[in-house]
């Protein structure tokens, strides 16, 4: 787990999804959930560092 991907998932969502998967469709996945609410953003960021997903 990439300490700076963790910290650029919670404080912006979709620029911690980019730097971890790039432009995929749970990049598109993680701004609409931002969109809707900063916390499901957060979450899905998050969730894309700690399991290490990858494009």
């Known amino acids: ?9 919670i404080l ?17 996945l993680n701004i609409i959930l931002t969109f809707l609410g900063w916390l ?3 979450a ?3 969730w894309l560092v700690v399991t290490k997903q990858k494009g």
């Open 44 to 46: 899905h960021a998050v």
């Open 1 to 9: 787990m990439n300490i700076v991907n963790l910290i650029c998932a």
């Open 12 to 28: 912006l969502p979709p620029l911690g999804a980019f730097l971890q998967v790039g432009t995929t469709k749970h990049l598109v």
């Open 40 to 42: 499901p953003g957060i």
